[in-house]
């Protein structure tokens, strides 16, 4: 197995052919955590643009029930149904509804990684079940985030965390140089073994995405998007374009 890391969206390499590889997409704080928790709460699908205009236009054009998402500045979009705090996805709000969404730099990372054979969002909330899913694939490309088109270490740290599950451990050729520099990373902050959910809440506090939270009121979402293992599905990526997700459950056949 063969694992590679982007730090940022802009870093994947260009060597790989993403069309053969399954992309995992990181936004810890928070797009990522929105999709695992909307798709646990029954959301029909979570449908995902780059630019806030486009979600709009789609959500106007959209004959499902459905809810306008997204942020950006980590604020709510004027005239928007939800923002990007993974506690407005309650079951009573999106079940059987489509989540259109927009995030400055979730979204975004999903558009660049476009060209992906397969994808999958990837949170800590669905940690396990993502690196089940992942452990299936023989090329793995884990692209990060980031906040702003700078390397954020919420981002990286689960990166790492990823790594260090999938235990590719074969340096010299499973793992590029990014891949080792992520789980570095995990081992300084969460160690191995069983990850301690309190070690990993200090850690998204310190990054610079749970700074940027705290400073706007929003830091109560770091604890919430620090709940390892809360949700047991995956969100897959069900068709590319538009980037259309839908949540499987962990005991679902695909
Ligand atoms: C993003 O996609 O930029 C983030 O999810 C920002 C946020 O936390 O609202």
Redesign the pocket.
């Known amino acids: 197995m063969n694992v590679s890391v982007a730090l940022l969206p802009d870093e994947i390499d260009p060597q790989l052919d993403l069309t053969r590889c399954c992309v995992a997409v990181i936004?810890v704080?928070?797009?990522?955590?929105?999709m695992s928790t909307a798709g646990k709460a029954g959301a029909l699908d979570i449908v995902t643009y780059a630019s806030s205009e486009e979600a709009r236009r789609m959500a106007k054009q959209s004959e499902v029930p459905s809810l306008l998402c997204?942020?950006r500045?980590?604020?709510k979009i004027e005239g928007f149904d939800l923002?990007?705090?993974p506690s407005e996805y309650t079951t009573e709000q999106v079940t059987g509804k489509r989540v259109i969404m927009t995030?400055?730099?979730?979204?975004?990372?999903i558009a660049k990684s476009q060209t992906a054979g397969e994808m999958i969002c990837v949170s800590l909330l669905n940690f396990s079940a993502s690196v089940k899913e992942l452990s299936g694939h023989e090329s793995v490309c884990i692209v990060c985030?980031g906040?702003?088109g700078r390397i954020s270490s919420e981002d990286v740290l689960l990166a790492g965390g990823l790594v260090d599950a999938l235990k590719v451990r074969d340096q010299e050729t499973g793992l590029d140089d990014s891949a080792r520099i992520a789980w570095a990373l995990w081992q300084q902050s969460v160690g191995t073994g069983k990850p301690d959910a309190s070690r990993i809440v200090e850690e998204l506090r310190r990054s610079q995405?749970g700074r940027?939270?705290q400073a706007i009121g929003?830091g109560d979402?770091i604890a919430v998007c620090s709940q390892i293992d809360s949700v047991e599905g995956i969100i897959r990526r069900v068709s590319s374009n538009p980037p259309t997700f839908r949540y499987q459950a962990a005991d679902a056949k695909r």
Do not use: K, M, Y
């Open positions: 936004d704080l928070r797009a990522t955590s929105v997204g942020e500045h980590c604020i923002g990007n705090s995030t400055t730099n979730g979204t975004a990372a985030a906040t702003n995405g940027n939270l929003h979402d």
